[in-house]
């Protein structure tokens, strides 16, 4: 069923009651409200006039005998405005005499109920009115009163003729005032952000309230915001303060403040009120917008940082070359992420190679190439160090130029930083499989430019596509290193098998030829029993390293004289010193050195070091074998004045099939330093590769436990 007060699908009829009484004002809003209307009142005529020409109202509902200005005079005013002239204006009165009824509907009236008004048929009453009732006087009648209204207008006119002016003064600065507040907040929807809002609207507002100055107070972001109009501010008198407040949320203050002898008047707090509440809306509908808007700015960044990713990644799976897929991640950086983008890797021996700087401006093209000489050590302090020891990003939002020099590692790396001139940055890491692979550091130059955390995820995700990309090309490039290595080792094995089948093809032809001659027969024997002894090692080592790699390998170990193992690997060694006529120093200690290790284990591994050492060592060539206790530790070097080992290969020497000389040029098989690391880390033991470089010779350094239990792998 549709209520009395809404019969237009359910909009509410907005009422107006004019009622200096009240109790009168409770009981006919209780009813009215019950019925579905909406009641606004008014304690006395001109502000009743007031609040019907500042808010739209369907009818108006007038107590005739009003303070100062009764309900005659104030239905006569209220008629004068074009506005109100259709509004239905109906009388109530309890004091009714003789033709009051009459002057009433003759002063503009569209009815007139008496008091006490009937509950149950006043809402009835009050949806008649509004559908269109009216109530009216005869002709002739209307006249007789209606020359009595005016007689009484004039005279009431005349006598309060400067009462009617200060009146009318009154409702026009009223006036002009609340259009003042509405011209100050009218686009409470528009689209502008809180401080653009304030900066606009206050000065406005503190015009229509005739303040020095008025000052917004947020909860949230925290401050003020002045709007000031008259100076000097420092001789404000009075002070008002007004809550701001939203849906109950409160918001903040608004406060307005006077001159001497300018402040508010009493009637003033209801305007002030009014605009307070402005304001709040005016407020609230600005943080709404900047919501919108950051929100709308977020989800298009979001858009735009998917798509640049999925962009990405098909670049960065393009290739499968390492070094072309560093310089892909600084180029794809440069300038959606960064300004300029540094890529340092990880090397196997723990140093930092710098592989790519790329700046967006090529004005400082030569800055960033200087950049490129200044690699930071993983043992030092700085947000890239810092990033390869950790695993762990880094953001420096902001970087003053104080602190340039805490970061410089010497004046030359300072003058490259200051010409940069970095505002932000961020350390991210490359990670791959658990391993750190490097780290790229996405620097900020432009001045408006502050790394924020969606700045490092967005980074963090490019990173990690290109760790994936680099660890495909550095598998593949493995891969293909061993796909090398492979090749190489069995055309070497090959040329090995066939060098040495040609001496024992040799022998075994001159055995058959000089049969009865006892030195050559001799000869050939010892030549044919060389390259057997060395084929026999050859295949041996093939087999230890196969039987090392499936866990078959059992260590015998028992106490030995490590002079006596020594001695042994020097025997086996020894004609190939000699074929190439080279000189070998022994050093060992008076005292034994007594050691608990699988004796032919510990020999195959001597022996294969001297024999590398003669590989590479040309002839007249040095080679020194020495040993000695450290603590509870054996130490046995072989040290040699052969061809050395570049630094970047002193970390893969001991990897299965890897050469550091071409193939042909006295290299061998690249398994003999494999079996020896396998051997000496089943001892428990360790052994390392050194060399100043290439033609600087090279030594290998052995460290065995003295005593262990017997270890089975």
């Given at each position: ?33 019950a ?204 002070e008002w ?26 009637e ?77 890797m ?21 800055l ?9 050590d ?42 940069l001139?970095p ?34 995820h ?10 994936l ?11 293909h ?93 020894r004609?190939?010193?000699?074929g ?14 007594m ?28 080679i ?16 040699d ?39 000496v ?33």
């Amino acid at each position: 069923m549709t209520q009395a007060g809404a019969p237009h699908g359910g909009k509410r009829e907005k009422l107006l009651y004019i009622e200096d009484d009240p109790q009168s004002r409770t009981l006919v809003r209780s009813v009215l409200e019950a019925a579905g209307y909406e009641v606004m009142e008014a304690e006395e005529g001109l502000s009743g006039i007031e609040r019907a020409l500042r808010e739209p109202v369907n009818l108006i509902l007038l107590d005739l005998n009003l303070p100062e200005v009764d309900g005659h005079t104030v239905a006569a005013i209220l008629r004068t405005f074009p506005k109100l002239s259709a509004t239905p204006i109906v009388g109530i009165t309890a004091y009714a005499g003789e033709g009051d009824r009459e002057r009433t509907l003759v002063a503009g009236c569209d009815g007139y109920i008496p008091k006490p008004i009937d509950v149950d048929r006043f809402p009835q009453q009050i949806t008649e009115f509004l559908a269109g009732k009216r109530e009216r006087v005869p002709a002739d009648t209307e006249n007789v009163f209606l020359r009595d209204l005016n007689q009484r207008l004039v005279l009431r006119l005349l006598a309060q003729l400067d009462e009617l002016k200060r009146l009318n003064n009154h409702v026009e600065e009223r006036a002009r005032r609340l259009e003042e507040i509405h011209e100050a907040v009218r686009d409470l929807t528009s689209e502008l952000g809180l401080d653009a809002l304030l900066k606009r609207m206050l000065p406005s507002v503190a015009r229509a309230l005739g303040a020095a100055e008025v000052i917004v107070e947020l909860h949230q972001p925290p401050g003020a915001r002045l709007a000031p109009t008259v100076e000097p501010t420092s001789l404000v008198d009075v002070e008002w303060k007004f809550p701001l407040a939203v849906r109950g949320r409160p918001l903040g203050f608004i406060i307005a403040r006077y001159l001497p002898g300018s402040g508010p008047t009493p009637e003033d707090e209801h305007l002030f009120k009014i605009v307070a509440n402005h304001v709040a809306i005016a407020i609230e509908n600005a943080r709404l917008y900047e919501t919108e808007r950051a929100a709308h700015a977020a989800a298009e960044a979001a858009r735009r940082r998917a798509a640049f990713l999925a962009e990405a990644s098909a670049v960065l799976a393009s290739s499968l070359d390492y070094d072309a897929t560093l310089s892909e991640v600084a180029r794809l950086a440069v300038p959606s992420v960064a300004d300029l983008c540094v890529v340092d890797m990880l090397e196997a021996d723990g140093s930092v190679r710098r592989a790519v700087v790329f700046a967006g401006d090529a004005d400082k093209g030569e800055l960033a190439s200087a950049l490129r000489r200044h690699v930071p050590d993983t043992g030092s302090l700085g947000s890239v160090a810092e990033t390869l020891r950790s695993g762990q990003p880094l953001v420096i939002a902001d970087i003053p130029d104080s602190l340039l020099p805490s970061i410089a590692r010497d004046p030359e790396h300072l003058r490259v930083l200051r010409g940069l001139a970095p505002k932000s940055a961020m350390v991210v890491p490359i990670l791959a499989r658990g391993r750190t692979l490097g780290a790229i550091t996405f620097v900020a130059v432009e001045a408006g430019r502050r790394y924020e955390p969606a700045d490092l995820h967005f980074a963090e995700d490019l990173t990690a596509r290109a760790a994936l990309a680099l660890d495909n090309a550095r598998l593949y490039r493995e891969a293909h290193d061993a796909d090398r290595r492979k090749d190489q080792f069995l055309a070497v094995l090959a040329h090995e098998l066939r060098a040495s089948l040609a001496p024992i093809a040799s022998g075994v032809e001159i055995v058959r030829r000089y049969e009865e001659e006892e030195d050559a027969v001799r000869r050939a024997c010892n030549i044919i029993d060389r390259r057997v002894q060395y084929q026999t090692r050859l295949l041996d080592d093939l087999l230890d390293l196969a039987r090392i790699g499936h866990g078959k390998i059992d260590l015998q170990k028992t106490e030995l004289n490590l002079a006596s193992v020594i001695a042994n690997a020097l025997d086996v060694t020894r004609p190939l010193v000699e074929g190439r006529q080279q000189r070998l120093s022994l050093s060992l200690p008076e005292t034994p050195i007594m050691v608990t290790a699988d004796a032919t284990r510990l020999e195959q591994v001597i022996v294969n070091l001297l024999t590398n050492a003669v590989r590479y060592t040309p002839s007249g060539g040095l080679i020194w074998v020495a040993a000695e206790r450290e603590g509870d530790t054996v130490v046995v070097r072989v040290r040699d004045t052969g061809q050395g080992i570049p630094p970047e290969m002193l970390q893969r020497v001991f990897d299965l099939y890897t050469q550091v000389g071409p193939s042909g040029e006295g290299g061998g098989l690249g398994i003999g330093l494999a079996l020896v690391q396998r051997l000496v880390h089943l001892h428990g033991g360790t052994v390392d590769a050194h060399s100043e470089g290439p033609g600087r010779g090279a030594e290998f350094v052995v460290r065995l436990p003295i005593t262990g239990g017997p270890r089975t792998t």
